[in-house]
């Protein structure tokens, strides 16, 4: 925790020498050479986090079956194709455009679905820049059991600082489980 408040004072204090400040997010600590990594283990969720939406896709598990951590998860099914999902302009993460975007986390599938996979999505104001996707299908080597995923996405396009960068998982209208998100990024 302490940590966590030098590297956000020296994220303000950064902001402030250069005569600019963008908002700075409660979930996203700012740094100038090592950002912490944004998490979320889902269980504050409902109560709203800034930077994260969708939280209809946010439940508890079925009778019986044990979320990774706490109590809450993000399914995904055929009502829901999108998770609960991550969505900030680049300017308010870091001063620092990165090169890379790594997504961690679990999941839980109680079906196959070739078709599952951890999106990024660059937009300028809606229009697509970069539109990546993940396939979990590797990583989920048995079916009904908490599974970490890690997908290392390449900014293999010039970006600005005002595009926003949108993380979500994709279940193709099948039903599957995840929970405690990382984002950290390379610069
Ligand atoms: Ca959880």
Known sequence: ??????????GLLLYGCSGNSPKTPADVTVADDSPVAIVNDLENA????????NEKTIVEMP??????????????????????????????INQKLPVAVIVEGYVYSPE???????????????SK??????ALSEVISSLNEWKPFAARFTIDAPIKPEYQLKIFASGAKKTAYFDDFKISFEY
């Open 112 to 126: 196959v679905n070739p078709l599952l996979g951890i999106v990024m999505d660059i937009n300028d104001n809606n």
């Open 63 to 92: 009778e019986g079956i044990a979320a990774n951590s706490g109590k809450y998860v993000s399914r995904v099914d055929a009502e829901n194709q999108y998770s609960y999902a991550f969505k900030e302009i680049f300017a308010n």
């Open 46 to 53: 409902l109560a709203g986090v800034p930077s994260w939406s």
């Open 1 to 10: 925790m302490k940590n966590y408040l030098a590297l956000f004072l020296s």
């Open 129 to 134: 820049v970069i539109w990546k996707s993940y």
